[in-house]
């Protein structure tokens, strides 16, 4: 099929677009850099032999994606496009409600002109808040998001549940995405952030490989075993699967609906240092540091409905995500290093 990625150069993105080459679709990227690399799709086409198409535009210009929607031939949109960070959503409000939600609604008009009725929307865990209980199933409540960037993703949700309610041929995925990490093994892709990271693993990696000098750990007074937050990290090549095998469900049923994509297990910001220095071996120093406003103690998810409505489940464990991090971080900084 002819799968359009808005996004689609950046982490998660880039990664899904390997998946669905190799999966024999023809894959077209749109994405503004804000994130990525030019190079991104270089580099798809190295690991996968083929190359996709890749138009350069921002989510909020609701007229060069309408041309390029109707180009592209697009059947099924991947709507990765988005500010993802929870620490800077705090600071920079209106910056994420703008690209976020401005820039959905753009898309969805778009769409809408270009004749898609069909959205795989990239979600997330933060939808949830502090949860009440875990692990979290689809049905626990939403709403209480601590954070703009999780409040941009909830009513996302809830704009794209408004657009399937009106526009019953409509078919709207939510991927509740849990803690995305790892690369892809061929060390050519992964979580590359411009500037100093926000996210937990490829600040760890630099740490690991000396380009940053330690870690803060933010917190380690939470009500968990060691103190430290506890997240569900997923390896990124099982994200971009749960994708693709979201694909087929998007195309025979219209409506919205809501899935987790995780593990459905946790673990802690001194377990994650541990696996990292056993995977990378490399220490990663580190202090204890003050809680990171907008942060939550504990998440992670119940998968079993994706496994029921996608027949998908995740394969890699947390060495594996750490060794194809680790990996992605060494070849990297090296041809960082040849180009300077
Ligand atoms: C993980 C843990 C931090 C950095 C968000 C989004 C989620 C996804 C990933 C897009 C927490 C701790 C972090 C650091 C630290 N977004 N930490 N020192 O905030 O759980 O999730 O980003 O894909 O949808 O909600 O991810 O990696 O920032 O934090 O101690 O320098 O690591 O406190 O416990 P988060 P994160």
């Known amino acids: 099929m002819r799968i359009f990625l808005t996004g689609g150069m950046g982490f998660i993105g880039s990664h899904t677009a390997v998946v669905l080459l190799e999966a024999g679709h ?10 990525a690399d030019a190079d991104v799709v270089d580099r798809i086409e190295v690991i996968t032999g083929k190359r996709p198409t890749f138009i350069e535009g921002d989510i909020r210009d609701g007229v060069l994606l309408e041309k390029a929607l109707k180009e592209s031939g697009a059947e099924v949109v991947i709507h990765f496009a988005g500010l993802k960070a929870v620490g800077e959503s705090v600071e920079k409000p209106l910056e994420y409600y703008d690209n976020n939600i401005v820039g959905t ?20 865990s933060t939808v949830y808040g502090t949860p009440e209980k875990l692990p979290l199933t689809e049905d626990c409540p939403t709403g209480e998001a601590t954070n703009p960037y999780g409040r941009t993703k909830l009513h996302i949700e809830q704009i794209l549940a408004d657009c399937a309610k009106a526009d019953p041929s409509l078919s709207v995925v939510c991927l509740r995405y849990f803690n995305p990490i790892g690369a892809h093994p061929s060390g050519l892709i992964g979580e590359d952030p411009n500037g100093i990271p926000n996210n937990l693993l490829p600040y760890v990696a630099r740490v690991a490989n000396g380009r940053l000098p330690e870690l803060a750990v933010f ?27 979201a694909i087929p469900y998007a195309v025979a049923h219209t409506g919205w609906i809501a899935v987790n994509l995780g593990c459905g297990r946790g673990y802690s910001v001194l377990e994650v240092i541990r696996a990292f220095e056993k995977a990378s071996g490399r220490r990663v120093p580190y202090r204890l540091a003050e809680r990171r406003p907008g942060d939550i103690a504990a998440n992670w998810c119940d998968p079993t409905l994706a496994k029921e409505l996608f027949g998908w489940e995740a394969k890699y464990d947390i060495d594996a995500m750490c060794r194809d991090s680790w990996r992605f971080e060494s070849m990297r900084a090296a041809q960082k290093q040849r180009a300077d």
């Open 105 to 124: 609604v753009r898309l969805m008009q778009a769409m809408r002109n270009a004749g898609v009725s069909r959205l795989i929307f990239s979600s997330s």
């Open 26 to 35: 023809d894959v077209t990227l749109y994405d503004n850099l804000s994130n």
């Open 219 to 245: 917190g380690s007074d939470y009500d968990t075993p060691d103190g430290t937050g506890v997240r569900d990290y997923i390896h990124v090549m099982d994200l971009a699967e749960g994708h693709a095998k």
